[in-house]
């Protein structure tokens, strides 16, 4: 089989959906090429940031998107040791929404399709996998992916690699990866939620342990850090050993990790910062994880990647909608994400390596950190990380007109 289009999207993540309704929104024909079937992944990030529910109030969708099911958030909190602090209070923001909406990313995805949908430009095809870039004279000029009827082979101005961190565009492309470290990985898991727990999300500090809960609802999705590479090590000691930890930093939830049957409940999220040295290729541009793998320090990678997504549809719908797309376009796309992206990729890192590391190779009692201590007397410093955390140190607007 054999396409031809303007732009074509490998990946149909939050980078790779947000660019296709953008796209396809300022009249440009768009295909976007999903591997999967379906978006239902578990354990994917499901945090809308004020920065992102912006970017829906600017496209006029933000009161569709808010009655689907999901939390408000207006509160980060943690623990760190004894010492209980609000460590971010978005409602001080000046945005449309002073929360952070928690959403599964799968209803996020197809919300996202269904809007793009409601443009004649917008094409998705599931379960179409890239395999392959097409080139000519050093130019990328398409892409070839496995789909459920077939191979393809797809002609295009624009080929987007917004296919995660795993990327398979950015591989072929042979596009440079500098690799920043992470000293954590993080074992994903659910217990049930009931009447009379906390409602906002907290993460726990203690001695060798950190711990996160993140209010769904009905459930409490948890993060339980471990020190890189230790997951057999934890495993070989028992799951019931497991549940005790777990019991001990979550109290009110102790008479529920028997929920937890099996090590197959427990998911791995093996953590990764990386950053692309250059995110393009004459014809090919790289977004979202595919051009910057984030720490979940924060847990601003969906947002920064749909950030990315609206500057690229900001710089690019034009010269695709005109035919004259050059790499000059490509290059100031990577100039507008690279500071906000290499800035935030920094406090992550500098949070890996001066708290994360610590608290996990403690024995001993903690003593709460310096700035952890003021986040607690000082208001303006909860604001300050409001301001990081949910908006980023660039947030983009969308400029693109509705065309089509």
Known sequence: ?????????????????????????????????????????????????????????ELGVLERLLA?????VSRLNGQFGDLAVTVADFSTLSTRCGFVAFMPQWDFLNFLAEEGKRYPAFQLRMSAGVTDLVAEAGRIV??????????LEVRTDLVVGADGRHSTVRAKAGLTVEEFGAPMDVLWFRLSRR??????????????????????????QCGFVIAKGTRERLEARGLPAFREQVAALAPFAAGRVGELHSWEDIRLLTVRVDRLRRWYRD???????????????GGVGINLAIQDAVAAANRLAGPLRRGDLSTEDLRRVQDRREWPTKVTQRVQVMVQNRVIQPVLEETRPLSPPWAFRMLGRIPILRRITARIIGLGFRP?????????
């Open 1 to 57: 089989m054999k396409a031809s289009v303007r732009c074509c999207i490998a990946g149909g993540g939050p980078a790779g959906m947000m660019l296709g309704l953008l796209l396809a929104r300022a009249g440009v024909p768009v295909l976007v090429l999903e591997k999967h079937p379906d978006f239902l992944r578990d354990f994917r990030g499901d945090t809308l940031h004020p920065s992102t529910l912006e970017v829906m109030h």
């Open 68 to 72: 689907a099911p999901h939390q408000r």
């Open 396 to 404: 983009e607007r969308v400029r693109t007109p509705a065309l089509s």
């Open 283 to 297: 014809g090919l541009l790289c977004i979202g994880d595919a051009a910057h793998a984030m720490s979940p320090v």
């Open 142 to 151: 398409g892409l070839r992916a496995e789909t459920a009827q077939g191979p």
């Open 195 to 220: 009447p009379g727990d906390p409602v906002d999300p907290t993460g726990r500090f203690d001695a060798g342990r950190i711990f996160i809960m993140l209010n769904r609802g009905d459930y409490w």
